[in-house]
């Protein structure tokens, strides 16, 4: 039954896809960010619904004018395309040639959606309703994993959906902190009591599942996401004790097990785990400092590479690490750039969020700007110890930065008001706070 309605509700997108192509974007995101497919049994389980929404959306391309181009003038949106160029210049001198064509196609088709994403929703209603498909899409793994954490007493790991890239529990932990903000935005925004409480439920059943990850790396990521949501509330004196009672009461929950986990994160040189990702990161950077230009290229960190460029050359292990795998996958250059995207991302969003504050119309944008900073500020703490450099997220919420802004540009233009700082900071983003 789920099989048969899963295929009818994508089937019977596909002309609204046509006529409108960014419904195609809202639909894409929630097959790849819920998976609904992996809930069923059937025929639906393996079939290439992502494929099939984005071959469509592309015809609809044709057939319409919906798409418009890329905004000019940001610079992150420079670096960006300079990081997607790097990654296919990388690719013809890769190290495992074989493994680097399945890695490449799926990260050029993540940058290819993302940069979709920015060319077809560029209005605030487009906007809200993408951010309420991510935000429930995924936070739908932290829903089911909360209500399972209380069942269970805290006692199993929570896991996300197979074939993701936050099928593990580290993956989803992560994933969950960086949608937090995103529900918080949408909770701060309604004005249903109802969907509040929704929403607010949402959250704390989403945060048993993070501390349910038993992931250290979360812990610290959690831990990040929690100081700037309270830097960035406007009510610091009521938010400070919630979030302090919130937290003592999760982890009261939790069995002993779990402190015995978090333990290891001082004790990290008797961790065999933890011992096997500082392995990797050698390996990454003996790689990267044999080729200094372009890395070893997609899918390096193989069990034969690290015969050759690993000081334990026995002790395989991912990248764990969004910063090493890039630095091994892709040089030296490669990681100026992905940080510089980064950094840029960041520094868009508190330009854009200074721009806002006092303008009463975009103070939706103010709020959201401030959510997705956290947003980021989890995939950059998280990914220090989990290999997730091509998470279509993270990209994601880069995209949301962007639009954000381009439509705080266009009401300033729209309202007569000349803002010498907008136009700066869509030359040089501004790093102030305000």
């Excluded at 639009?403 to 729209?414: C, K, M």
């Amino acid at each position: 039954m789920r099989d048969i309605l899963l295929l009818l509700i994508v089937f019977s997108s596909i002309p609204f896809i046509l006529k409108r192509p960014y419904i195609g974007i809202l639909m894409f995101a929630w097959i790849s960010y819920m998976n609904p497919h992996r809930l069923t049994w059937g025929i639906a389980y393996d079939f290439p619904f992502a494929a099939l929404i984005l071959a469509v959306t592309a015809i609809g391309l044709l057939i319409t004018k919906d798409m418009k181009k890329l905004p000019s003038g940001y610079f992150v949106i420079y670096v960006w395309i300079a990081w997607a160029v790097w990654m296919n210049f990388t690719t013809p001198f890769a190290l495992e040639p074989e493994v680097a064509a399945s890695e490449w196609e799926r990260a050029v088709k993540i940058q290819l959606v993302s940069f979709l994403t920015i060319m077809l929703l560029q209005s605030k209603e487009r906007l809200m309703i993408f951010i309420w498909v991510v935000a429930l899409s995924v936070g739908f793994y932290g829903i089911k994993g909360g209500v399972f954490t209380i069942l269970t007493q805290g006692n199993y790991l929570v896991w996300g959906p197979e074939g993701t890239f936050f099928s593990g529990n580290n993956g989803l932990a992560i994933a969950l902190l960086m949608v937090l903000p995103l529900i918080r935005f949408l909770q701060v925004e309604s004005d249903n009591k109802w969907i509040k409480l929704f929403l607010i439920g949402s959250m704390i059943l989403c945060a048993l599942s993070v501390i349910a990850s038993y992931s250290r790396g979360a812990f610290l990521a959690a831990a990040a996401v929690a100081f700037y949501l309270l830097l960035k509330s406007r009510h610091k004196i009521v938010i400070a004790p919630v979030l302090i009672l919130s937290a003592v009461s999760m982890l009261w929950f939790m069995p002993e097990k779990y402190f015995d986990r978090l333990e290891t994160i001082e004790t990290f040189e008797e961790d065999r785990s933890a011992m096997g990702r500082i392995n990797a990161w050698y390996f990454a950077f003996n790689v990267a400092e044999d080729n200094p230009i372009t890395g070893g290229g997609f899918g390096v960190f193989r069990p034969g590479t690290f015969l050759r460029y690993a000081p334990d050359p026995l002790d395989y292990h991912d990248a764990h690490s969004i910063y090493f795998e890039v630095l091994g996958e892709h040089g030296f250059i490669g990681l100026a750039l992905f940080l510089l995207l980064g950094i840029s991302t960041l520094l868009l969003a508190r330009s854009t969020a200074k721009i806002t504050k006092k303008i009463e119309d975009l103070h939706w944008a103010y709020n959201l700007v401030n959510m997705l900073h956290v947003g980021v500020i989890a995939y950059a703490v998280g990914g220090l110890f989990l290999g997730l450099a091509y998470f279509d997220l993270y990209y994601h919420l880069i995209a949301l930065v962007i639009l954000t802004r381009l439509l705080v540009d266009q009401h300033l233009a729209e309202s007569g008001i000349n803002d010498t700082r907008a136009t700066a900071s869509r030359e040089a983003p501004r790093s102030t706070y305000d």
